[in-house]
């Protein structure tokens, strides 16, 4: 690891842009230096972070799902059949037209996504009721020429931990119950990375090409702006009768079956980072990282048996699966703890020679820097339980933080006041050209009607017609 541009203090949270592009190198996520545009290097720390996350969204998917993998080439034959899906993909895809010195007879895309490289094979493996629902995901990684500006974990053009999940349902009802539980499921999969999202349906010219309608999730970070942090979409029989993916029903007719697919990226790790860390660095929620306890023995001349008892505590945390590191190094040790800080190590348990005698460890926590003495009888459950603590507390600070800038607007100059600061809810009519007039004025865009939207009256504030819903708007990413 380069050290030089370690050394300098990282950029205060204030100027977001440039404390996010050097926390990604100070505290080892992703290297930016590979030569191609929107492709990035996982150091072995940040993919750490990546598996404990997805760790989480497999434990939540494989309860009724299953995991697969299909293949990453796509033949143009496939990938041109959905006409709606081909528009929204066709300036994005990349295409391998070679193999080695020979042009290939059909050229063969790199999966932007991969509705065309399953559903073929959805259509050869969906016979009767018997075969639905059938609910697969992938974790892979899908490329997409993206021409607006990249950035590491937000916007790749290769997205390297694409989770796309694609079912296949009996009736239209079944395929918006599951979208439902989509994000029902990426909802919980936030909570337990301790960052809030809001859940919106995107107005019709935002919805995923080819789909019926679209659910997004997005996350507020620390600049105002949303980051689309997982989107379900259902497909109804649009892909269905493209592909020829039909059941026999009950009266022995072939029917299309319906059909979702649902998606999260590496932006989950792009948010948690942004939303919690700090000054000092990465404050990372203890599920996902992929050291949760680091102990400094504090060693004078003589050991006096400190090491022995920084050992013996490391196995019993161990012991009851808490993922803990010593630091021995003969780093001083304020260097210690800016550097164990800066990777956003949640604990930081201190032992000297004094702590020993009074049988005793110093416990200090990453999220507030509180320093509290444990005793070493109880020092495993006090760890536990801080962890449990951390957890929360984050939970509670990120929902705080983005209720109070979820700003209910009366009008147009009320939007554009608040919206440098965050999300605008506002009337709207619902019809396109009021919708797409309204983000003309207020330079952002509409993420969608709020999922847990309650009734309420008032007219669209720019044909002054009769609304019956508020939308959320924001600038995003
Ligand atoms: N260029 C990108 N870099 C990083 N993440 C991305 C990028 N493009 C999309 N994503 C993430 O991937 C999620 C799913 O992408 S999507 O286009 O909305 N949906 C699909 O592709 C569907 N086939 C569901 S898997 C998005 O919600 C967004 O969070
Ligand atoms: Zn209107």
């Keep these: 690891m380069a050290e030089q541009e370690k050394d300098a203090a990282l950029p205060s949270k204030e100027n977001f842009s440039e404390w996010y592009n050097d926390l990604l190198l100070k505290g080892e996520i992703m290297d930016v230096r590979y030569p191609v545009k929107g492709l990035y290097v996982w150091f072995p720390f940040g993919f750490n972070i990546r598996r404990n996350v997805y760790d989480i969204m ?33 300036d994005e895809v990349y295409w391998v037209t070679h193999g080695g010195l020979t042009p290939l007879d059909v050229k063969l895309a790199l999966r932007p996504t ?22 697969l995901y992938q974790i892979v990684n899908t490329f ?35 979208v439902d539980e ?26 995923f090409p080819g789909a019926d309608y679209t659910i997004a999730t997005d996350a507020l970070m620390p600049d105002g702006k949303t980051l689309q942090v997982g989107t379900a979409h259902h497909l109804g029989d649009n892909f269905a009768k493209t592909f020829d993916i039909t059941y026999e029903n009950a009266e022995g007719e072939q029917v299309y079956a319906h059909q979702t697919c649902y998606g999260v990226s590496e932006r989950s790790i792009a948010a948690l980072i942004s939303i919690h860390g700090d000054d000092k660095g990465l404050v990372l929620p203890p599920a996902i ?17 400190v090491l022995e008892a920084c050992e013996d505590l490391m196995s019993k945390l161990e012991a009851v699966g808490i993922r803990v590191k010593m630091d021995a190094s003969d780093d001083r040790p304020g260097a210690k703890y800016y550097k ?38 109880t020092i495993v459950d006090d760890v536990s339980s801080m962890l449990d603590d951390i957890h929360d507390s984050l939970y509670e600070k990120a929902k705080e933080s983005v209720y109070s800038r979820v700003f209910d607007c009366e009008d147009l100059d009320d939007v554009k006041e608040n919206l440098p600061k965050g ?26 009607i709020p999922t847990d939207q309650e009734e309420c009256k008032g007219k669209c504030p720019v044909c002054g017609a009769d609304a019956e819903t508020k939308v959320y708007v924001a600038r995003t990413y």
């Design 340 to 377: 164990w800080e800066m990777k956003g190590v949640p604990v930081r348990l201190e032992l000297g020679p004094r702590d020993l005698k009074n049988n005793a460890a110093m416990l200090v926590r990453r999220d507030t820097g509180e320093k509290q003495q444990f005793s070493l009888d």
């Design 58 to 90: 497999r434990r939540l998917l494989d309860k009724d799902h299953q995991e697969t993998m299909f293949p990453l080439l796509i033949p143009e034959n496939e990938f041109m059949k959905e006409a709606e899906h081909i528009k929204g993909f066709e």
């Design 182 to 207: 989509a994000i029902r499921i990426y909802t919980d999969f936030y909570r337990q990375l301790a960052v809030p999202v809001l859940a919106s349906k995107r107005p019709d010219w935002d919805k």
């Design 423 to 448: 999300i605008a809810k506002i009337f709207w009519c619902g019809n396109k050209e009021c919708g797409l007039k309204l983000e003309d004025d207020i330079g952002a865009g509409i993420l969608g």
């Design 144 to 178: 997409r020429y993206e021409t607006k500006h990249t950035r590491p974990l937000i916007r790749l053009r290769e997205i390297t931990s694409f989770k796309e999940a694609h079912t296949v349902h009996a009736t239209w009802d079944d395929a918006a119950a599951q």
């Design 289 to 305: 990282a992929p050291v949760q306890v680091v102990i400094i023995p504090i060693i004078f001349k003589k050991a006096e048996g």
């Design 114 to 135: 991969s509705e065309t490289a399953i559903y073929p094979m959805y259509k050869l493996w969906i016979r009767s009721h018997a075969d639905m629902p059938l609910k």
